[in-house]
């Protein structure tokens, strides 16, 4: 019951479990981007409407002609497709290009000191960095 009331508190807003297993038995999902081009600069408000997404690991605002870079993971093609569209269909949204990830090759987190908003922790495996 302590756990249901932080949530009802929205104190925990969010749960989030990180495995690694063997690379022969991690699940076989589809990873996307979705560079984004808006339509004026509200890259929040974009993102406030996609960050409860469970498929969602990763969002940028960028320069050059893409305002946004969206990174999913999805369980399927459907789903992805799914993602696609409510982004697609976003007000602010005047274009978007999906690239889907054919192989990841290497995966880091750079050694820069990464700044986010004050309402969410960044986490090297795991652990909340400063």
Sequence with gaps: HHIEKLCDANVIRRFT????APEDERPQGIRA??????????CGMVYSSISHWSELVSCWS??????????????????????????????????LTTTVVLKTWCERISGIQERAPEDFVITRKGVPIA
């Design 17 to 20: 479990i990180e495995v690694d």
């Design 33 to 42: 981007m979705f560079d984004v081009r808006l339509r004026r600069n509200v």
């Design 62 to 95: 960028t320069s050059g002609s893409t305002d946004m870079r969206v990174l999913v993971e999805a369980a399927n093609q459907t789903i992805l497709e799914d993602l696609r569209d409510r982004l697609a269909r976003h007000p602010e949204v005047a274009a």
